[in-house]
């Protein structure tokens, strides 16, 4: 099952006020594993950014001046998330915030059925238990001491690890981890991953071991 892990980073927090997306990051999932592919870009929010908000992200207003506006990636954006279902933290804040966007250009909405909101899936897992984002890599020991500051990538990458251990752990996911790592690893050096050969050996093989083993002093396993 594909989905897509996303945040946002913005000037506030109402839209309705005249706040802007100034960064939005996706990751990919495959069955609940990251396979390497990303989506990220700044924004130009077309107006200043606040110092409250400046304090949570560190994205000025001067960094953000060159960047795109979010008409010129809407493409892109809804290219890379098609109709997968939408991982996100307080998905409530992402989403009235890129529906706004959407609203300005004349796009569809985001819709509910498509959302996973993690903030309900861990509070309804740990009722009463602090939720947010640095809670929970605590709670599951991931470390996120980079996280001085919010940012979008950042957010999603931590986002992922969470995830997996609400929808079971990564014990649970190890075996399509690890497949799902030595497959983009192959791929990114340009090679396609072997299928993996028969597990029972040939008689030529049985008997070219048996003579191997004849040639040993006192093999331990035949003890």
Known sequence: MREIVLDTE???????????????????LLNHIPTGREYQ???????????????????????LSDKPCFADIADALLQFIA????????????VRFLNAEFQRLGRPPLTGTRIVDTLQIARQKFPGAPASLDALCRRFAIDN???????????????????????????????LMTAARATAALA????????????????????AHAALVATLKDPIWSA
């Open 83 to 94: 109709d997968a279902p939408l991982v996100i933290h307080n998905a409530e804040f992402d």
């Open 10 to 28: 913005t000037t506030g927090l109402e839209p309705a006020a005249g706040h802007r997306i100034v960064e939005v990051a996706c990751l990919e």
């Open 41 to 63: 870009t700044y924004l130009n929010p077309e107006r200043d950014v606040p110092a409250d908000a400046l304090a949570v992200h560190g994205l000025t207003a001067e960094f």
């Open 188 to 207: 990114a050096g340009g090679r396609t991953p072997r299928a993996p050969r028969a597990h029972a050996p040939t008689e030529p093989e049985l008997a």
């Open 145 to 175: 001491s980079t996280r001085t500051k919010h940012g979008a990538l950042l957010d999603t990458e931590l986002l992922a690890d969470v995830y997996l251990e609400l929808m079971g752990g990564r014990q649970a996911g190890l075996e």
